[in-house]
């Protein structure tokens, strides 16, 4: 693995530890329509979130990703982490899966698709199916993304689950510079056909840092193969405050995407 890669799984290691002591789920990330074939990446995600009351619960994420196709990309992960009153323990396995459907070189847009199945540890909770449309555009430097997110449970010992929805945005200024800055948001809304009200709802959004480390590998004149596209170790850092309902009061997200 290349000095780069080692240096931000080592950042990365030295952040976990303060992200552990310090609802929903706390490492969410926004997904990418985009794919490329071939690219093997190793993906951490960590988040602290603290409710109105001061109480703070933790996850983490790790997974192995590969672009099969140009446009199907495939990720195995492991959850772990310490919700509300509870100790440190591994939460769930999942298999998520990006089709890119529109490519971005044809089209001044990205548009793509996610299917993920959730296993949760307990077997009482059965599986979580979450699946939607992965939208992108970008004008000049600025790109935006909005995903559209169903999700369900099955086999979980109840009749009929509903299905409920959530969503994912982001705006990113991208700059030739090793920082970008932009904002991120997620929410839930409740059922997809009949929403929560404003109390039972989650919204957070706020400021996120990106972050390119290293030199790319074609600048270094590596010879990869399919995996010298000159991909980075990128580092993703944000801060999401709650804006009523059930949302938590600040949450504190990390993301650490290092290719190999």
Not at 94 to 100: G, L, M, S, T, V
Not at 177 to 184: K, N
Not at 216 to 228: I, K, V
Request: with cysteine; glycine share 12%; aromatic share 12%.
């Amino acid at each position: 693995m290349k000095s780069s890669a080692r240096w931000t799984i080592d950042l990365f290691a030295a952040l976990c530890p303060l992200l552990a002591r310090a609802e929903g789920d706390p490492a969410e990330y926004v997904f990418s329509p985009e794919v490329e074939r071939g690219e093997r990446e190793i993906d951490s995600k960590a988040g602290i979130a603290w409710d109105r009351d001061g109480r703070s619960s933790w996850g983490g994420k790790l997974g192995v990703e590969y672009g099969l196709t140009a446009w199907w990309a495939s990720e195995a992960t492991v959850n772990f982490g310490r919700p509300l009153g509870e100790s440190t323990e591994l939460l769930s396995l999942e298999w998520e899966n990006r089709f890119q459907l529109l490519k971005s070189d044809v089209h001044p847009y990205v548009i793509g698709a996610l299917l993920e199945v959730e296993r949760e540890h307990d077997r009482d909770e059965g599986y979580e199916l979450r699946y939607g449309p992965l939208l992108q555009s970008a004008w000049g430097p600025l790109q935006v993304n909005l995903n559209l997110l169903f999700e369900r449970r099955l086999r979980d010992g109840v009749d009929r689950t509903p299905t409920e929805i959530g969503y994912q945005w982001q705006w990113r200024w991208r700059r030739d510079a090793p920082f970008d800055w932009g904002l991120q948001g997620f929410g839930a809304l409740g059922r997809w056909d009949d929403w929560a009200s404003s109390a039972r709802q989650s919204h957070v959004l706020g400021p996120v840092l990106f972050a390119g480390l290293g030199e790319p590998a074609a600048s270094r004149g590596d010879d990869d193969g399919e995996a010298g596209y000159g991909a980075l170790p990128e580092l993703e850092a944000g801060l999401l405050l709650g804006t009523g309902g059930e949302a938590p009061r600040v949450t504190l997200r990390l993301q650490a995407m290092i290719p190999f």
